[in-house]
């Protein structure tokens, strides 16, 4: 069973980096519909709203409370993060509450586990699979209706498959925080191993997809990242499976080589948008969320490596 500190720990974490994933979810989302599907912007505009005041609340509740890792990790913000999104609001004229992300850039790590703590954090947790609830509803729908044909959004279909797995994960992840349970390492390692190197492998797929044809250099970068990690998911699952004889330590080991790369990829892409040198219809925003997205990964390999 986990610790009061442990638990309190975790779940702030872990809202502090998926619910800011959720929110900019709302907002791509929003982004993609056309004007006949004006019902699901104003509803994606609701759960972004409600997102934010959400991370708003865990950031207060935050402060003097999570880690040093988890702080200096990148997962939270980035140094783009605010100008991304100042940018990004400029693009598209939807306010993106920046004063979050001004907020978070004064997080202080701390050990505040006083049983109100608990309390609080045990409220937020339940918050959070209330919205959760709200918003896998809502990309399911969406994602039924493009695959039946019934709209047409200008996010890609394996888009909306992709942050609908991202929200489940995040459930998931809170269940298990409410059931106190302590997690498996050893047993968990490859499940996220095999998980994240998906979205490393997709996120790679969608950046060359949203790259102009002009940018070759890149388009060839991205199409070299997307297939080294779909080799990564199958070592990842043979070690998950246990069907032949693999060498675990080697295949975090790759997966986290090959993890730092993508995010260098990811940091240069996110400083051409930002600096107007890449041709693309890629938001800043978008650049700096699959950023934030390999600095956890690699924070979660950087435990898995120790375990």
């Known amino acids: 069973m986990l610790s009061r500190s442990e638990y309190i720990r975790q779940s702030l974490e872990t809202h502090l980096f998926f619910g800011r994933i959720m929110k900019e979810h709302s907002f791509f989302l929003s982004t993609g519909f056309t004007p006949r599907d004006e019902k699901f912007t104003r509803r994606a505009d609701e759960l972004k709203i409600a997102f934010g005041n959400f991370l708003e609340d865990c950031v207060a509740l935050a402060n003097g409370v999570i880690s040093r890792e988890a702080i200096a990790s990148g997962e939270i913000i980035t140094q783009y993060t605010l100008e991304a999104e100042k940018l990004t609001e400029f693009y598209t004229g939807i306010p993106l509450m920046t004063n979050i992300t001004k907020a978070e ?122 297939n080294e990690f779909e080799q990564l998911v199958c070592e990842a699952r043979r070690a998950m499976d246990k069907t032949m004889p693999v060498d675990y330590m080697q295949v975090t080991s790759d997966s986290f080589q090959a993890t730092k790369a993508i995010r260098d990829f990811k940091a240069q892409a996110t400083e051409g948008l930002l600096e107007c040198k890449i041709r693309s219809i890629i938001l800043p925003l978008l650049a700096d969320h699959v950023l934030r997205e390999a600095n956890h990964y690699l924070r979660l390999l950087k435990i898995f490596r120790h375990r």
Not at 108 to 120: H, I, L, Q, S
Request: proline fraction near 2%; charge should be positive; hydrophobic fraction near 45%.
């Open 105 to 226: 850039k004064g997080l202080v790590a701390g050990n505040d586990f006083a049983p109100r703590m608990e309390r609080k954090v045990s409220e937020l947790n339940r918050r959070a699979l209330s919205l959760l609830d709200s918003i896998i509803h809502f990309k399911t729908n969406i994602l039924n209706d493009v695959l039946s044909c019934k709209m047409f959004t200008l996010n890609y279909p394996l888009l909306i498959e992709h942050i609908l797995r991202e929200a489940k994960l995040y459930r998931r992840l809170i269940q298990r925080l409410q059931s106190r349970d302590v997690i498996n390492i050893q047993r968990d390692a490859f499940e996220q191993e095999a998980f994240w190197n998906q979205i490393m492998a997709e996120h790679a797929m969608f950046i060359r997809g949203l790259l102009d044809p002009t940018e070759k250099d890149l388009f060839n970068a991205a199409d070299r990242f997307g």
